[in-house]
């Protein structure tokens, strides 16, 4: 499947943005979906991600309470609110879908390599 990312930008620190996953096939819906980003210099991070069904979300810590994942699977899109953004949180946002039926077994959700499809990627800049 294949994986469109947007939404990304430059914000404040203390802004919001939020972030799109657009998929191009139906079948979206019979996968997990998570965001991921990398920073300068860093290795790419897990930020979040849904359940099927959209039931199940996991997040990374530093994201608890200031992002939102979120999914509509009538549309083939998974968004990511993100509210009270820290200049820590910039860097290129991906989307990943994994078809993997062990995808949501234990922290399996948070990593990469669960992952089969993965979108090109988002700025986001956040500014101090």
């Known amino acids: 499947v294949q994986l469109v990312e947007s939404g990304g930008g430059l914000a404040q620190a203390g802004g919001s943005l939020r972030l799109s996953c657009a998929a191009s096939?139906?079948?979206?819906?019979?996968?997990?979906v998570g965001w991921f980003r990398q920073a300068p210099g860093k290795e790419r991070e897990f930020v979040a991600a849904?359940?099927?069904?959209?039931?199940?979300?996991y997040y990374a810590d530093s994201n608890k309470g200031r992002f939102t994942i979120s999914r509509d699977n009538d549309k083939n899109r998974v968004d990511l609110q993100m509210h009270s953004l820290k200049p820590e949180d910039t860097g290129v946002y991906y989307c990943?879908?994994?078809?993997?039926?062990?995808?949501?077994?234990?922290?399996?959700?948070?990593?990469?390599?669960?992952?089969?499809?993965w979108g090109r990627g988002t700025q986001v800049t956040v500014s101090s």
């Open positions: 096939e139906r079948i979206f819906r019979m996968y997990g």
């Open positions: 849904i359940g099927r069904r959209g039931d199940n979300t």
């Open positions: 990943a879908a994994s078809a993997k039926p062990t995808w949501a077994a234990g922290d399996s959700a948070v990593r990469q390599t669960m992952y089969d499809s």
